[in-house]
């Protein structure tokens, strides 16, 4: 039996049948992986209330000798987060984390730095009120370390090199000058601070993140861009992102 035992994170878990659920998991050496938990609604011995979103687990698996999804044996609680579970906003971004993790990185492969950024943000949701920042710096390192980090010193239409105010179309990911946004609809105005904190933001170890100050009137528009670039290269509708911004900004992005 090719039996292996792993640390990860539980992403989302999908009802299969009568009493099997479908897995996602996010580890450090494994990646994001799919696995069947066979009987899982039925045996609490062998999982316990472990199959939870955002939950830190330690997992058995069983490798399919014929390639397909792999089965889970057992899984106990590794961290269970106890104080996000308690706020209805701290659900709503950890929610909102884990399913952007598992739109965003594809199966199987390696991703130790996402998983340590989930990790850092659960221990930080489960600590303090979720805030702005945290939805921030997620997204904002979620891109970076998914090859999608978006540069903002040039306009993608002219050329011309940006050391003012930049622009975002909102409908096509692009950056712009203030010459190639006049007369657009739907174009969001980058302030240049607020653009320099982003760049702290990714720039800095994650240990340090968050000692980098961000001012109130710039988390919005940069968590807006953030999304923006999100949507660009993932069709898929976020589910939890209606949640998350009834909690955190009622008066809408």
């Not at 199987?108 to 730095?113: I, L, N, S």
């Not at 006049?182 to 990714?202: I, K, N």
């Not at 000692?211 to 069709?235: D, G, M």
Request: charged share 25%.
């Amino acid at each position: 039996m090719n039996e292996r035992v792993d640390k990860a994170l539980v992403l989302r878990v999908i009802p299969l049948r009568e009493s099997d659920v479908l897995v996602h998991l996010l580890g450090a050496s494994i990646g994001r992986r799919s696995a069947v938990a066979k009987g899982a609604r039925k045996s609490r011995k062998r999982f316990g209330g472990a199959l939870q979103p955002f939950t830190l687990v330690e997992v058995e698996r069983r490798k399919n000798a014929h390639g397909g999804l792999d089965a889970l044996t057992s899984a106990t609680v590794e961290e269970g987060f106890p104080g996000i579970r308690q706020r209805l906003e701290a659900i709503a971004l950890a929610s909102h984390f884990c399913e952007l993790c598992d739109l965003f990185l594809p199966e199987g492969d390696p991703a130790p730095e996402v998983y340590e950024l989930l990790l850092l943000l659960l221990h930080r949701l489960d600590q303090t009120e979720p805030t702005l920042k945290h939805w921030l710096i997620f997204l904002a390192r979620l891109l970076d370390l998914t090859g999608l980090r978006p540069r903002f010193d040039t306009c993608e239409e002219t050329g011309q090199g940006l050391d003012d105010a930049v622009y975002l179309d909102g409908y096509r990911a692009t950056v712009l000058c203030a010459e190639a946004a006049q007369g657009r609809r739907g174009v969001l105005r980058l302030e240049p601070s607020a653009l320099r904190t982003l760049e702290a933001l990714l720039d800095v170890s994650l240990e340090s993140v968050g000692q980098v100050r961000l001012l109130a009137h710039q988390a919005k528009p940069l968590i807006k861009a953030c999304l923006i670039f999100l949507r660009q290269h993932h069709e898929y509708p976020l589910k939890t992102l209606p949640m998350v911004e009834a909690s955190l900004v009622p008066e809408g992005l």
